[in-house]
């Protein structure tokens, strides 16, 4: 997806010296926060994404040359033109919710995110756990929407049927996932690092 390729880009090392202390994830979730909070100050900002000031000052410089971001006193904000690719952004990731759900073992916390991708690029499950295990996660599910039920890719048609419990009910109650959907749940040890490891499964589907 365009939208998202170009934001990505800015989290890409150039040049010498060390690798930055962040990941293409942490760029995409910055953006995402940033959006969703309209105002957020760098060191709040920082705090949600457990990065360094360092880092965290090194993606909105990324940001603010890009022309996406403003900082004044009351701290960061999307330009309009980073409104508009927050925008486009949504089309594909449109939401992202944590999941209270002690029976769903796959770590102590659990986000759970919506991807709708723009390409023939089919979800298989296997691809995106590994990139969410890769971000620092413990474990993801995938999960395709088909006539309206939540299927296991080459498994299970029908979720909600074969594995009854509540998680079902919250992930229809915070995502509203439409057919064509794809439903990604990762767990980790802290939410911040499920979140990145459940946009990092979400990008192998863009």
Known sequence: MVAVSTLLELGERRG???????????????????????????????????????????????????????????GCHLTPSGRRLHASILRSIPTMAPVLDSQVELGRSKVAVLARPTTDVAANGLDQRDSAIKAGATGAATYVVKNGKF??????????????????????????????????????????????GALSAALTLL
């Open 16 to 74: 010498q010296g060390p690798s930055p202390g962040f990941s293409r994830e942490h760029v995409l979730l910055a953006f995402l926060t940033i959006g969703t909070s309209r105002e957020i100050g760098r060191q709040a900002l920082a705090r949600s994404l457990n990065l360094g000031e360092g880092s965290m000052r090194t993606i909105l410089r990324k940001f603010t040359r890009a022309g996406y971001v403003e900082t004044d006193t009351l």
């Open 151 to 196: 299927a296991i890719p080459g498994n299970s048609p029908d979720c909600e049927r074969d594995f009854p419990g509540s998680v079902w009910r919250i992930l229809r109650s915070e995502l509203s996932p439409k057919d064509g959907d794809v439903v990604i749940l990762c767990g980790a040890a802290d939410e911040t690092t499920a979140r990145l």
